[in-house]
């Protein structure tokens, strides 16, 4: 073999070796870094489907040491396939270095490019979502956690964060689902060391005009119970800023033209997963609010709602509303697990219907006046609210112009007196007593004296509008010159009534003469 030979070889391998040897160790380091990944990875995995019921898959994990991780393309998808949570990524911050044995312990979560999918089946129930949390870990037996998967003890955080994070809610209708898009958040937490499990939350969020947020109180990681000191909610509701409303309040919005500002005050302490079982209490104010429909308006210059919740039973302690230059105000309780009907009770004052006008006529009397005054009482079973609706109430009308309203309308047209005097001044009363069942009004007695008739009566007023009504009615001049203007016009006279039946619709009212006469 030459020596030139020879000489090649030895710088070939001088230069081989050094290769070969980095080569190697980046081949190690790189199975040992997937290594560390994947410990990383099932970590985390391990982590969140200990306390949620979606499954997390991510595509790639990267760990940049000694203390990020980035995950890619995370979805959590329910077990019924529905993507529930989708990011573009998340960061998780550790507040040590990774260590074989033992757990990861996360400081600090950021979700960027986020959005959360909330879907409404047509049953009522919310797909995926329900249920979404596992369990309450530890309060059994047979629920305990592997102790290096137990919140506390992985968990150190001091700080989340949401970077252009979006929900979109789709409620089943026949909508545009609601889309709330580039909500930011930065929540900083401070670990309560008197009880183990329990951080601490001060945060404010949210977006002007529509509402802003801030909550003040704890969370204990391990149990999933909230104890929020204060919740604070501001929405200030005007024509065109509904865009970030659910569909339903869109369109319930849009459809009757609110505007106004809400204010909810809110304390208690729950468990996440059985949010009823817990103890709290909230206060909700209105100013300047204001709804609208076709013609009619309802002006609530200020309402004061508070309720508790305790034993599975929310009570409404208050309820005053002053609307229409009257006060309506209420008290009962509900058992919010449908173990008992709920009974409400409910006053009304000097409701001035002729400010229930939304544009009044300049020449001449608006067609609808008076004051309303009543009480009653309601029965309702949580969740099936109208299918089990009760109850009963009076009603009182007095100084009103009624001669204008469809029903009336007909009524004179069928008796042939003259509507001369429509809407020429007050002074018309109604006295009347009602049951309520699921699908309709129930009118057991009713006494009405107008300008030009008087009547007395009872039936149906189903809540799609439609009427069954049986009315003994005649015309008040008639009636006053049997009577004198003093005394009780019906106890002395019914027979001399005619009998009519109404039916068709408040709108378009159908008045027939009862073919037997009166109880025919």
């Known amino acids: 073999m030459s020596a030139k030979r020879t000489i090649g070889k030895v710088?070939?391998?001088?230069?081989?070796?050094?290769?070969?040897?980095?080569?190697?160790?980046?081949?190690?380091?790189?199975?040992?870094?997937?290594?560390?990944?994947?410990?990383?990875?099932?970590?985390?995995?391990?982590?969140?489907?200990?306390?949620?019921?979606?499954?997390?898959?991510?595509?790639?994990?990267?760990?940049?040491?000694?203390?990020?991780?980035?995950?890619?393309?995370?979805?959590?998808?329910?077990?019924?396939?529905?993507?529930?949570?989708?990011?573009?990524?998340?960061?998780?911050?550790?507040?040590?270095?990774?260590?074989?044995?033992?757990?990861?312990?996360?400081?600090?979560?950021?979700?960027?490019?986020?959005?959360?999918?909330?879907?409404?089946?047509?049953?009522?129930?919310?797909?995926?979502?329900?249920?979404?949390?596992?369990?309450?870990?530890?309060?059994?037996?047979?629920?305990?956690?592997?102790?290096?998967?137990?919140?506390?003890?992985?968990?150190?955080?001091?700080?989340?964060?949401?970077?252009?994070?979006?929900?979109?809610?789709d409620d089943a209708a026949d909508s545009q689902p609601m889309t709330l898009q580039g909500l930011n958040l930065v929540m900083t937490i401070n670990a309560d060391s008197e009880e183990p499990g329990w951080y601490a939350i001060d945060t404010e969020f949210g977006r002007e005009p529509q509402a802003r947020v801030a909550l003040d109180g704890r969370v204990n990681l391990d149990t999933l119970e909230a104890d929020i000191t204060k919740a604070n909610i501001v929405a200030d509701v005007r024509k065109g800023n509904t865009g970030d409303l659910p569909p339903v309040l869109q369109r319930l919005f849009e459809q009757y033209d609110a505007s106004g500002r809400l204010t909810i005050d809110a304390s208690g302490r729950f468990s996440v997963s059985d949010p009823a079982s817990g103890v709290g209490n909230a206060d909700i104010s209105l100013e300047e609010f204001n709804l609208a429909f076709n013609e009619y308006q309802l002006p609530i210059p200020t309402a004061e709602i508070s309720a508790r919740l305790e034993q599975k039973v929310a009570v409404l302690q208050g309820f005053s509303v002053t609307t229409l230059g009257g006060v309506i105000t209420a008290r009962g309780s509900l058992p919010v697990d449908g173990s008992a009907p709920g009974q409400f009770n409910w006053e009304a004052s000097k409701i001035d219907l002729e400010k229930m006008?939304?544009?009044?006529?300049?020449?001449?009397?608006?067609?609808?006046?008076?004051?309303?005054?009543?009480?009653?009482?309601?029965?309702?079973?949580?969740?099936?609210?109208?299918?089990?609706?009760?109850?009963?109430?009076?009603?009182?009308?007095?100084?009103?112009?009624?001669?204008?309203?469809?029903?009336?309308?007909?009524?004179?047209?069928?008796?042939?007196?003259?509507?001369?005097?429509?809407?020429?001044?007050?002074?018309?009363?109604?006295?009347?007593?009602?049951?309520?069942?699921?699908?309709?009004?129930?009118?057991?007695?009713?006494?009405?004296?107008?300008?030009?008739?008087?009547?007395?009566?009872?039936?149906?007023?189903?809540?799609?509008?439609?009427?069954?009504?049986?009315?003994?009615?005649?015309?008040?001049?008639?009636?006053q010159s049997m009577l004198g203007k003093v005394g009780d016009i019906f106890g002395k006279i019914t027979d001399g009534l005619v009998a009519y039946r109404i039916r068709g619709t408040l709108a378009e009212p159908k008045v027939s003469v009862q073919p037997l006469g009166i109880g025919g």
């Open 11 to 169: 710088i070939a391998l001088v230069i081989l070796v050094p290769i070969i040897g980095v080569a190697a160790f980046l081949g190690y380091r790189a199975f040992n870094r997937a290594q560390v990944d994947t410990w990383i990875g099932r970590q985390i995995v391990g982590i969140v489907e200990s306390y949620i019921v979606p499954t997390i898959e991510f595509d790639r994990l990267e760990y940049s040491p000694p203390y990020s991780v980035s995950l890619r393309d995370v979805v959590l998808t329910a077990p019924d396939d529905t993507r529930i949570i989708v990011l573009d990524e998340m960061r998780v911050q550790l507040a040590e270095r990774p260590s074989s044995g033992k757990p990861i312990i996360i400081e600090s979560i950021e979700l960027r490019g986020g959005e959360l999918r909330i879907i409404r089946e047509q049953d009522g129930g919310i797909r995926g979502l329900v249920p979404f949390v596992e369990r309450a870990p530890g309060s059994e037996e047979e629920n305990q956690i592997e102790e290096e998967l137990r919140l506390s003890n992985v968990l150190k955080l001091k700080r989340v964060e949401l970077a252009d994070f979006s929900i979109t809610y």
């Open 357 to 479: 006008l939304r544009a009044k006529p300049s020449d001449k009397p608006p067609e609808l006046a008076g004051l309303v005054s009543g009480s009653g009482n309601i029965q309702l079973l949580a969740p099936d609210f109208m299918q089990s609706l009760g109850g009963s109430g009076e009603l009182q009308l007095r100084d009103g112009r009624l001669v204008s309203i469809p029903i009336i309308k007909q009524l004179a047209s069928a008796m042939d007196v003259a509507t001369s005097l429509v809407g020429a001044k007050r002074g018309d009363r109604v006295d009347a007593s009602f049951n309520l069942t699921s699908d309709r009004i129930n009118i057991t007695k009713s006494e009405i004296v107008t300008s030009l008739l008087a009547a007395r009566g009872g039936g149906d007023i189903m809540y799609t509008g439609a009427l069954d009504l049986k009315m003994n009615a005649g015309p008040l001049e008639k009636l």
